[in-house]
Each structure stands twice: as C-alpha cells, then as structure tokens.
T-cell receptor, first 111, second 114 residues
Framework: DGGITQSPKYLFRKEGQNVTLSCEQN?????MYWYRQDPGQGLRLIYY???????QKGDIAEGYSVSREKKESFPLTVTSAQKNPTAFYLC??????????FGSGTQLSVL | AQSVTQLDSQVPVFEEAPVELRCNYS??????LFWYVQYPNQGLQLLLK??????LVKGINGFEAEFNKSQTSFHLRKPSVHISDTAEYFC????????????FGTGTRLQVTL
C-alpha cells in the first residue's frame, strides 16, 4: 500500500542533542512538508521541498534542518538550537495542486 | 499571505445532533479551502476541499461545507453526528498559485457524547 511512514513514533531528546525524524513516502510525490503541532496552535510549517535537492523555510524554521537527497525521503533534524522542541511532528507529501497526505506523526519530548 | 481563524476551540454535541464548525479566512488573492480531520495520535485526513465551481462541497463521512466569498467563510456541517466523529478538525487555506502549501487554523475539537 502507498503511504507515508514516519519513524519513530516517540522520540526523546536530551539537552544539547540533535535528533533526526524520518519521513519516507512511496507515493511518488514531488513535494514534501514538515509541520509542527502544538496544543491550541494548530499546525505550523517548518520546511518544505518541492523537488529533490531543493527546500525552503516555512514559518518556524529556526532550530531545524532538512535534506532532500532522494524523492522518497525528507528527514528533519531538530538541533540543539531549538529550545522548545517538545511537540508532535507531522510529515506530509503531495503532487502540485493536489491534496496533502500525512504520516502518522512523531511525538518528540525532552528528557 | 493567508490566515485562518477557527472561532471555536471546542464544540460539544450530542450524538445524532447537527453540528457546524466555523472557519473564516483572510487573503488578498484567490484561495483554495480545505477541511482536515485528525483522530488521536494520528496524522490528518482530508475531509473535503473547495477549488472552484459549486460553493457547496460534499466530503467524506457525511460532512459538507459551504464557501461564502463575501463573508470569507468555509463552515463545516454535518446534519447528524456519531460518536466516531469525535476528533480534531482543521480548516486550511492555500493560494491558488501554491495549492499544496497550506496555512492551517488552530483546530476545533469536536466532542460527541451520548
């Protein structure tokens, strides 16, 4: 079945540590997105990529980094510069002008 | 830039009652509008979308929404809800030039009880 796989489902970060969230899709979508979800704030766009080897900052990119070396993969690294990383992270993909397909999310918490 | 306002953070309703979840948007350009649903600890699923044409849009699970350009609204409705409709609902907007880059509202928690 086609879809988006996010891993791990739960992730814990120690202070000063970088952690990487995985997002893989087998839908052959060109575009991929990372959203952060906080209670009462909805979803906010962190980074997006419309094509391999290219990505743009979203509304809250500070403290995060991404790469898009393969069409299927769009990993998100939460760096130590992100001072409030605890949130639910959602990856999504789409083709141009089509609906977003979402993964099931990763809950990141700080130890 | 666009913005979305969901006026109600929580909406409690009894099973089999009708429900309306409100969404207003602002944009200086033409927009596409969406409603997504999120069940606990899951990603989002598309309920329905308005791209053009008829202003009344029907989606999955018996939901529908009406695009009102003059009031810049896109309210979601269901005539009779079920317990299984309990979830978080997000309204989203994109401009027609970047249709997949969405701006989301803060969400409305629909709580259906017996």
């Amino acid at each position: 079945d086609g879809g988006i796989t996010q891993s791990p489902k739960y992730l814990f970060r120690k202070e000063g540590q970088n952690v990487t969230l995985s997002c893989e899709q087998n839908l052959n979508h060109d575009a991929m997105y990372w959203y952060r979800q906080d209670p009462g704030q909805g979803l906010r766009l962190i980074y997006y990529s419309q094509i391999v080897n290219d990505f743009q900052k979203g509304d809250i990119a500070e403290g995060y980094s991404v790469s898009r070396e393969k069409k299927e993969s769009f990993p998100l690294t939460v760096t130590s510069a992100q001072k409030n990383p605890t949130a639910f992270y959602l990856c999504a993909s789409s083709n141009p002008s089509e609906k977003l397909f979402f993964g099931s999310g990763t809950q990141l918490s700080v130890l | 830039a666009q913005s979305v306002t969901q006026l109600d953070s929580q909406v409690p309703v009894f099973e089999e009652a009708p429900v309306e979840l409100r969404c207003n948007y602002s944009s200086s350009v033409s927009v596409y509008l969406f409603w997504y649903v999120q069940y606990p600890n899951q990603g989002l699923q598309l309920l329905l979308k308005y791209l053009s044409g008829s202003t009344l849009v029907k989606g999955i699970n018996g939901f529908e929404a009406e695009f009102n350009k003059s009031q810049t609204s896109f309210h979601l409705r269901k005539p009779s809800v079920h317990i299984s409709d309990t979830a978080e609902y997000f309204c989203a907007v994109s401009d027609t030039g970047t249709a997949s880059k969405l701006t989301f509202g803060t969400g409305t928690r629909l709580q259906v009880t017996l």
